[in-house]
């Protein structure tokens, strides 16, 4: 059975979301006064943040900046985690049209919604373009205002927000490649798997939270969070990577096997491919190709199953957070926050959705 969320995430993300909606809100108010078209962008931020997520990232950057002797609830923690999921919100959005995703979080993807409204409206031009276009732009809008709650951050946060951010795009652009190029090689998926979420989901918010909170302790403290977060962050992507194949779709709001339909280059389908018989193996090679069916997904699920890549990456996920939870255990953090990082290890790791 998959653990519960850890009570602690609820407080976190409470503040978390009534900070982004005091800040929606206003830019809404803002903005719709100037022309009331520009309330749908807003509105479209506010409904994604809104539409669920585990709030995740704004929990591990107040854990970093409580281990650093920072205070429970503190504004730039909150201010820090609210920018996490503005930054996230903004991949979702260029992640749905590079993916050409129809459905978010069980709702229609903002190009799928654009594009719609386009055609009732019977508006000039493509209406894919007018879609793909007012949804990259809503993303960006979100890259914008995550920049803006972090405006009285220390330069040495400044600095790894910058890295984190190029990291980001870095792992997104690996992605993109490597689903054109079919990319079955281990080593470059797990690659993809760290840059593109890993690091900037579990890593990243640790580091910025603790130099938040005491900028003068990064040469201590971030090696000592990075020790954690670095085999936690591939682990949650992993864990990510069984569930784009296998979860069901009323769990992660996406259709069953959406990375296998998309032909995303993760670590399970590069385990598959090297673990598979040539049956297997030519059953694998259909990962990805137009019009994959609910039954060629599944004969797909089967073989990775039946060749073992599924359980030796069940084995590696366990792996990695044990690595994780030794390193954070020896970590020279306050208790409170040893003992909160070690239970969302379980967490991330064995989550369901």
Same mark, same amino acid.
């Given at each position: 059975m998959a653990p519960r969320p850890p009570s602690s995430l609820r407080p976190i993300a409470e503040r978390v979301d009534a900070r982004l909606r005091s800040l929606l809100d206003a830019e809404r108010t803002r903005w719709a006064a100037l022309d009331p078209d520009l309330a749908r962008p807003v509105d479209e931020i506010a409904r994604l943040v809104g539409a669920g997520g585990k709030r995740l990232r704004p929990a591990f950057c107040h854990w970093g900046f409580v281990g650093a002797g920072g205070a429970d609830g503190d504004g730039r923690a909150v201010d820090a985690g609210a920018a996490f999921e503005l930054l996230h919100a903004f991949a979702l959005f260029h992640d749905d049209v590079m993916d050409g995703s129809a459905t978010r979080r069980g709702a229609p993807t903002a190009h799928v919604a654009y594009e719609a409204d386009h055609g009732r409206a019977g508006w000039a031009g493509e209406a894919r373009r007018f879609g793909e276009g007012?949804?990259?732009?809503?993303?960006?809008?979100?890259?914008?205002?995550?920049?803006?709650?972090?405006?009285?951050? &220390?330069?040495?946060?400044?600095?790894?927000?910058?890295?984190?951010?190029?990291?980001?795009? *870095?792992?997104?652009?690996?992605?993109?490649? @490597?689903?054109?190029?079919?990319? #079955?090689? +281990?080593?470059?998926?797990? +690659? $993809?798997?760290?840059?593109?979420?890993? +690091?900037?989901?579990?890593? #990243? &918010?640790?580091?910025?939270?603790?130099? %938040?909170?005491?900028?003068?302790?990064?040469?201590?403290?971030? &090696?000592?969070?990075?020790?954690?977060?670095?085999?936690? @962050?591939?682990?949650?992507?992993?864990?990510?990577?069984?569930?784009?194949?296998?979860?069901?779709?009323?769990?992660? @709001?996406?259709?069953?096997?959406?990375?296998? #339909?998309?032909?995303?280059?993760?670590? %399970?389908?590069? $385990?598959?491919?090297?673990?598979?018989?040539?049956?297997?193996?030519?059953? %694998?090679?259909?990962?990805?190709?137009?019009?994959?069916?609910?039954?060629?997904?599944?004969?797909?699920?089967?073989? $990775? #199953?039946?060749?073992?890549?599924?359980?030796e990456l069940e084995a590696t996920i366990a792996r990695l957070t044990d690595e994780a939870v030794a390193a954070?255990? +020896?970590?020279? $953090?306050? &208790?409170?926050?040893?003992?909160? %990082?070690?239970?969302?290890? @379980?967490? *991330?790791?064995?989550?369901?959705?």
């Open positions: 007012a949804a990259i732009l809503i993303g960006d809008l979100a890259f914008v205002y995550a920049d803006v709650l972090l405006a009285g951050a &220390p330069p040495a946060a400044w600095a790894l927000w910058h890295e984190l951010r190029i990291e980001l795009n *870095v792992g997104q652009y690996l992605d993109v490649l @490597g689903s054109a190029r079919r990319e #079955r090689r +281990r080593d470059a998926a797990e +690659r $993809i798997c760290r840059y593109k979420s890993g +690091r900037y989901t579990i890593e #990243r &918010p640790l580091q910025l939270g603790a130099l %938040l909170a005491d900028p003068g302790r990064g040469d201590a403290l971030l &090696p000592a969070l990075a020790a954690y977060g670095l085999p936690l @962050g591939d682990a949650f992507q992993m864990r990510d990577d069984v569930l784009g194949a296998f979860g069901e779709t009323a769990e992660t @709001g996406k259709p069953v096997g959406d990375d296998l #339909r998309e032909g995303k280059p993760t670590p %399970l389908l590069a $385990i598959a491919t090297a673990r598979a018989t040539p049956a297997q193996r030519a059953v %694998l090679e259909t990962v990805g190709r137009p019009g994959m069916t609910d039954a060629d997904v599944a004969r797909v699920q089967d073989a $990775i #199953r039946a060749c073992g890549a599924l359980e954070v255990r +020896r970590a020279p $953090i306050a &208790p409170a926050a040893r003992d909160a %990082l070690v239970e969302l290890a @379980g967490y *991330v790791s064995w989550r369901s959705v």
